[in-house]
């Protein structure tokens, strides 16, 4: 195992153990993780499922089955769906993409306290740990995606120019996410609360985010638009739309979504780090 | 003399240990919950030097635990210092096994996060699936291991990087003879390669086998340092 040693080392070669990692180094310990980063996720995603009948169906039909529910009695049963062309679709573009922010980080949350008796085991950058855990939710929304992909076809939406930003935003929603989970791992390791608080937070943002009726059918006023645009979740949600089908958005919610991206992906990770060596510790 | 590869100087481990965490009930209320302050370690002073194998005894509570945990840097000496020429690392790769898995693919997350990139795995793998000896239950969810294949597999992964100092808290005593066999000899080896390695435990006869020092720890203080026969015999007298 390398464990570097530091370039002012002293005539006796040794060193002080347990003092902070400075930034550099700490990014070049991530990044000799990288396989492990990747890898323990992807074997993480296939032992999730091993005691069920489906196995990685379950990865799809999860979100599927929460869209089925939401367009059987928001679509059938007391419709909702003023204002949008095809609701299924614009169901499943936004419960699809608000899950898997969901994923990232109410997994990320656990990722730490989840992982104590490695943490006191093995040293190495705890941040790992929400990483990898982002990594293996990306993989897994691969099949969800082709799912989506599906939908937005057979609706008998074509392709457009537009579709040309698909990475750029699922790349700027999975740096949000990251760092939200870094955020959410550093405080659900100080205190557990935080973990039976997220389910409501989520459901809460759900229902604020135009995940199941179009914000821009009820919500007029520019300015009040933009208060919508202080919620990421909302942000990432109406740009999918905006992406796939053609939803309505401004520049607003585009310069939203990098925001978003960038500033949570530093406070979290900042944040985290400031914690680096409390993870483990008990009292 | 060889080189230093650890150094204590003094070491000090203090830390609070409560009840419980204060709950918002305690906090409005200006209640504290019963908290003890445990001086773990209070000045621990010697040196380890490269290619040395040192025993650690003493009873429950003295220290053990806490004197490996602090030469990693996880918990932070309140007094003193602890000096290494690498951080060493505990033997143990429990903590990432995963019970759903197959044995192989257990050994390659145990691989990958003791630090090996995924090509140094793919070299070891073969090494390491013959040391367990597990034959065709490699290939069969851990699940389905009895207690002993567990322990052949937490053990092969864990030796199978050496780090330069290497912790052992209570880990060796595992599998049938044969197994433990193969087990001191991979130990030895390491020592061969100029490994040093702290091993803690309650086993003297374990001790006496793998360790030609042996740090004797009471109430956070060094009683005893020494050839390993010196030493347990004072401790044993105790």
């Not at chain 1, 705890?126 to 993989?139: C, E, F, I, K, M």
């Not at chain 1, 933009?226 to 909302?234: E, I, K, R, T």
């Not at chain 1, 919610?253 to 949570?264: C, D, I, P, R, S």
């Not at chain 2, 007094?79 to 995963?98: D, K, M, Y």
Request: glycine share 8%.
């Amino acid at each position: 195992m390398s464990t570097t040693a530091p370039a002012d080392q002293p005539a006796d070669g040794l060193f002080p153990v347990g003092r902070p990692t400075p930034l550099g180094e700490y990014l070049r310990e991530l990044w000799a993780r990288r396989d492990y980063i990747v890898r323990v996720p992807l074997a993480d995603l296939r032992s999730q499922n091993a005691h069920t009948l489906l196995g990685g169906i379950w990865l799809v039909l999860n979100p599927l089955l929460q869209v089925g529910v939401y367009f059987l009695v928001f679509g059938v049963i007391m419709p909702i769906d003023r204002g949008v062309d095809s609701y299924l679709v614009f169901l499943t573009l936004g419960v699809f993409a608000f899950h898997y922010s969901q994923r990232v980080i109410s997994d990320g949350a656990r990722s730490v306290v989840s992982s104590m008796g490695l943490i006191r085991t093995l040293r190495f950058p705890r941040a790992t740990l929400p990483l990898s855990n982002s990594v293996g939710q990306a993989v897994a929304f691969g099949p969800v995606f082709a799912v989506l992909l599906v939908v937005v076809l057979a609706h008998g939406n074509t392709p457009t120019v537009r579709w040309l930003f698909l990475p750029v935003l699922f790349g700027l929603q999975t740096l949000f996410s990251l760092g939200a989970s870094l955020l959410a791992a550093r405080f659900n390791h100080l205190y557990r609360d935080l973990e039976n608080l997220l389910p409501f937070v989520f459901r809460l943002l759900f229902y604020v985010s135009g995940v199941l009726y179009s914000v821009d059918h009820y919500v007029d006023d520019a300015l009040l638009r933009g208060l919508f645009a202080l919620n990421p979740m909302y942000v990432y949600v109406t740009a999918w739309r905006w992406v796939m089908v053609g939803g309505p958005a401004t520049a607003v919610e585009g310069l939203a979504a990098v925001a978003w991206a960038l500033v949570t992906l530093v406070v979290g990770f900042a944040m985290f780090r400031a914690g680096e060596n409390t993870y483990g510790r008990t009292g | 003399m060889t080189d230093v590869a650890l150094r204590c100087a003094g070491a000090e481990v203090t830390y609070t240990i409560r009840s419980h965490r204060p709950l918002i009930r305690d906090l409005l209320r200006g209640h504290r919950p019963a908290a003890q302050k445990i001086h773990a370690l209070r000045g621990v002073t010697f040196d380890v030097h490269v290619g040395e194998s040192v025993g650690v005894v003493g009873p429950n509570g003295s220290g053990k635990t806490t004197m490996l945990q602090a030469t990693t840097g996880l918990l932070p000496v309140s007094a003193g210092e602890i000096r290494v020429r690498s951080v060493p690392a505990f033997l143990g790769v429990q903590a990432v096994l995963r019970n759903q898995l197959t044995g192989r693919r257990n050994i390659e997350i145990g691989l990958l996060a003791q630090g090996l990139d995924w090509a140094a795995v793919e070299d070891l793998l073969p090494s390491v699936v013959e040391f367990t000896g597990l034959g065709d239950a490699i290939d069969m969810r851990m699940e389905t291991y009895s207690s002993g294949m567990r322990a052949r597999l937490h053990f092969a992964v864990a030796t199978a990087t050496s780090p330069e100092i290497l912790l052992i808290d209570e880990a060796l005593a595992v599998g049938d003879r044969a197994f433990r066999e193969k087990s001191a000899q991979r130990l030895d080896e390491h020592r061969a390669n100029a490994g040093t390695v702290l091993l803690v435990s309650h086993n003297l006869a374990e001790i006496r086998r793998s360790c030609e020092r042996v740090i004797w720890l009471q109430a956070g203080l060094v009683m005893a340092d020494g050839p390993t026969d010196e030493v347990l015999v004072a401790y044993e007298a105790s």
